[in-house]
């Protein structure tokens, strides 16, 4: 009887811990549905989204080939998404822009490989696709890498938009800036004439100081701006003169230092002129600092070191070297080996080091000559 009975015990625990695993298998199937339901509502809404995006959604694999594209493509580039799949990626940008694309493929991949990839990280270019009927489609395009749960990329995930407006909004902005620059550059000549005829012992100086300070901006690699602003201020750098008595400028006997603190005065007057101008550029400032120094000996204000905006401190080194090697109703042109040998010995201490340099080297190795 011990034994039936320990049997039926047993019976009884084996079918209790059944109907757990049941209830358990029944639960476990209840959320595998509900998470795949989930899945189902979040792929339908992320495809909704990717649908009816305004931009193009692109995902490619790391050999460029097409994998999916949002139905978008069509306001973008006339293709349907089917037409579009069946096109290399080499067909779908101008041969320049696919090669910019390759390019910058090429060294994220390198990245990749030396283990630096970030899942975060995703680059941005502007490149010019192709539309159906063959013109040329300015876009913006993000892209990032597409990862397995190891990390490893093995897709590109990209979104394009187009810029044409923006394109065509920057270049009337192009336009609009290049003739106020042509304008500047007129007014600018007139007041340098005006200077010049005052003083006809300098005349030719304002542009020979443009000249020189121009090739050294463009050598010490400033920006089309700050060249443009430096070419404008150097053709006017001695406005501040008209205010300066014309015997005074043209004394052959030398100057009292009355008569130099005077003339000391032109950068400020050349300020206060220019000031007033609106101007896109800190042309007035770097009138009012070129005779300034390093090491706050120059004029009017003193200014020191970094607080000499550097367009003025090209400026300084290209009047200094002018001057000195030029004609002066007080003495005979001392030369260009006399200039360069002033800018050499006070590098560092008045005048800016690296404009210095390239100064000497646009003479010394590369045969720059002043017209």
Not at 33 to 45: I, N, T
Not at 73 to 95: D, I
Not at 293 to 322: F, M, T, W
Not at 331 to 348: H, N, P, Q, V, Y
Request: aromatic share 6%; with cysteine; proline share 4%.
């Amino acid at each position: 009887m011990k034994d039936s009975d320990k049997s039926k015990e047993e019976l009884i625990s084996e079918l209790a811990e059944m109907r757990q695993r049941i209830a358990s298998l029944e639960a476990s199937k209840a959320a595998y549905q509900r998470m795949e339901e989930a899945l189902k509502e979040s792929k339908q809404k992320y495809q909704l989204l990717a649908e009816n995006a305004a931009d193009v959604i692109w995902t490619v694999d790391l050999d460029m080939n097409l994998i999916y594209i949002s139905p978008s493509v069509v306001r973008l580039l006339g293709y349907t998404p089917e037409e579009a799949r069946v096109r290399k990626m080499a067909e779908v940008f101008t041969p320049a822009s696919f090669e910019a694309a390759m390019e910058v493929l090429g060294e994220e991949l390198e990245r990749e490989r030396r283990g630096e990839g970030d899942p975060n990280r995703s680059r941005t270019l502007e490149l010019d696709l192709v539309h159906k009927d063959s013109h040329a489609v300015p876009a913006e395009i993000s892209y990032s890498f597409l990862r397995q749960p190891d990390g490893r990329a093995t897709q590109i995930l990209a979104i394009s938009r187009d810029i044409s407006k923006r394109r065509e909004a920057e270049e009337k902005i192009r336009r609009s800036t290049e003739k106020l620059v042509n304008t500047l550059e007129k007014t600018v000549q007139a007041m340098a004439m005006i200077v010049e005829m005052r003083d006809p012992y300098t005349a030719g100086h304002q542009r020979r100081v443009t000249q020189l300070a121009g090739a050294i901006a463009e050598k010490m690699g400033l920006s089309e701006e700050q060249i443009s602003a430096l070419r404008l201020a150097g053709l006017i750098h001695d406005v501040g003169k008209v205010r300066v008595p014309a015997e005074i400028l043209t004394n052959p006997d030398g100057l009292s230092d009355a008569e130099f603190s005077m003339i000391k005065m032109h950068p400020l007057i050349g300020y206060e002129i220019l000031k007033t101008m609106e101007l896109p550029w800190p042309i007035a400032e770097i009138v009012h600092q070129h005779h300034e120094r390093l090491d706050g000996s120059g004029y009017p204000s003193g200014k020191a070191g970094e607080d000499i905006i550097l367009e003025a401190r090209i400026l300084a080194v290209a009047d200094v070297v002018e001057a000195i090697a030029s004609h002066r109703p007080y003495r005979a042109a001392l030369g260009i080996d006399t200039a360069l040998a002033e800018i050499s010995e006070k590098s560092g201490t008045l005048y800016d080091p690296k404009a210095v340099s390239v100064c000497l080297k646009l003479f010394r190795e590369e045969g720059f000559k002043f017209d």
